[in-house]
């Protein structure tokens, strides 16, 4: 482990999240706030950074970066992101717990959205557009973000970018990772532009079209209002459910079809065909159990859409109360936080491409118990899944369970209900937001006591870095020469 690399490449991290503390101050002149606690977060941020860079930073090492060291640099980067980036809460008084200051971090860096603010909308408003701006930050990956500017990383980048993406497998869009990095934030950016003048357009001021985009394009759901997304007209509720989905699908999908000018790559891949069958079929499902709540025709079915898409990309906005649905609804939103989105989309779960090979892989097993000597490939489209990769998925899947189970039984043992313990878990994992019982979207984490809090912040980053990221750290034989 080359620890001196790891550390100058997270000053660099550093730095890049200190200027971005800046970028909420012209809400503050707007709004007449108080710039002091953005100021001193950055100077702070900025300051550390650039000390750790300049103290550890070797030339000759340019480009060294191995697994390990991109392990490293990933995880550790997460961790240092949420500690630094909870200073503007602490500083500006608006959370006065650590607590409850690095588990919002946590939140909005890894997409999650769990909130335990009780009230956002008597929050200053360029805190409220940091607690945003760090779901865009986090919804792309901040490490990519690194990736996508220091360009000098060379080969390093290639394991950065393989340590930080999130699904079955890195695709990339060039040769270069550093230039696929840049092309998926160009995608994303572009994306997120037009979703923030759509929602301009339908009614939104300024300032929360901007921060409802960064948590619908990151698929994060923190919303600027208490009512969260049920507060706007059903046009917005529209214009939201549509950009969740497309944020839920592979990215490298959208520059595809921008380089051919067709849509014919989304209807050709096997993956975004099951996920949007997935939400097709949980819609009407869902719409059955809930028909005696809401007007029949578009209201249902507004409300149906909304809260599966929300569920299944791991948003968690709400339109309504669903913590009042029956059971079978609420089941239904459950089983989709063990879903999730594409590979290659901001989404976090389980993800449909993996669940599509755990499928297809249980099919092949029962074929082979009737035909003993038969041969079955596994296929993705075009392409062939080798038994390494099919491991790989099911060794995550039975890791993410068990995940699930051990923690559920820790939130139950700190006196936790286990309707909450066990979607609070399903919810963190997944990096969903909202769960059931007191989680639930009229309520909030606030009254989880704060070994609860610091347990399912570690439970987000496990979920946000798909697990073997973050578990890798601990074993003894990476640390080892």
């Not at 769960?435 to 009254?447: H, K």
Request: net charge positive; hydrophobic share 50%; proline share 4%.
């Amino acid at each position: 482990m080359n620890y001196r690399l790891v550390i100058s490449y997270l000053g660099k991290f550093l730095v890049i999240i200190g200027i971005c503390m800046l970028l909420p101050i012209p809400w503050a002149i707007y709004y007449r706030e108080n710039l002091l606690p953005l100021l001193f977060a950055s100077l702070i941020t900025v300051a550390l950074g650039l000390l750790m860079d300049h103290c550890f930073n070797q030339q000759e090492d340019k480009g060294l970066i191995r697994y390990r060291e991109a392990f490293a640099l990933v995880t550790l980067g997460w961790i240092l992101a949420s500690a630094f980036g909870s200073l503007p809460y602490l500083f500006s008084g608006t959370i006065d717990s650590l607590a409850n200051a690095y588990y919002e971090t946590m939140s909005g860096f890894t997409t999650t959205g769990a909130s335990i603010l009780t009230n956002v909308e008597v929050i200053p408003k360029s805190i409220l557009f940091w607690r945003s701006l760090t779901h865009w930050l986090g919804g792309m990956g901040i490490i990519v973000l690194l990736v996508a500017l220091l360009s000098q990383l060379g080969v390093g980048a290639n394991q950065i970018f393989r340590a930080e993406v999130p699904g079955t497998g890195v695709e990339k869009i060039t040769p270069r990772v550093a230039e696929t990095a840049r092309i998926l934030w160009l995608t994303y950016v572009i994306m997120s532009l037009i979703l923030a003048v759509l929602l301009w357009l339908a009614g939104m001021n300024l300032f929360d079209s901007l921060c409802h985009t960064f948590a619908t394009m990151a698929t994060g759901g923190f919303s600027t209002r208490n009512l969260s997304v049920g507060y706007y007209n059903p046009t917005i509720q529209w214009i939201i459910t549509v950009f969740m989905f497309l944020a839920g699908a592979n990215f490298a999908l959208y520059f595809q079809a921008l380089r051919g000018r067709t849509l014919r790559g989304f209807w050709k891949d096997p993956e975004f065909k099951l996920y949007a069958a997935i939400v097709l079929i949980a819609t009407l499902m869902v719409a059955f159990t809930i028909r005696d709540l809401y007007p029949f025709g578009e209201p249902l079915i507004r409300t149906s859409l909304f809260q599966v898409v929300s569920i299944i990309t791991t948003t968690g906005y709400a339109s309504v109360d669903f913590g009042v649905w029956a059971p079978t609804g609420q089941l239904i939103l459950l089983l989709l936080m063990f879903i999730g989105g594409c590979s290659g989309s901001t989404s976090g779960s389980v993800k449909v491409g993996r669940l599509r090979i755990i499928l297809k892989q249980a099919a092949n097993e029962l074929k082979r118990l009737i035909h003993p000597g038969g041969v079955f490939t596994l296929r993705f489209g075009d392409r062939t899944i080798t038994d390494e990769v099919c491991i790989n998925v099911l060794q995550f899947f039975s890791l993410y369970i068990l995940i699930f189970t051990g923690a559920s039984v820790l939130l139950t043992s700190m006196g936790i209900d286990y309707l909450t313990a066990f979607t609070a878990v399903a919810s963190n994992l997944g990096n969903v937001g909202p769960g059931l019982g007191t989680i639930g979207p009229a309520g909030n984490y606030s009254a989880l006591p704060d070994a609860a809090k610091w347990l399912l912040s570690l439970v987000m980053l496990l979920g946000r870095l798909e697990i073997f990221t973050v578990l890798v750290l601990i074993s003894p034989a990476f640390w080892r020469r």
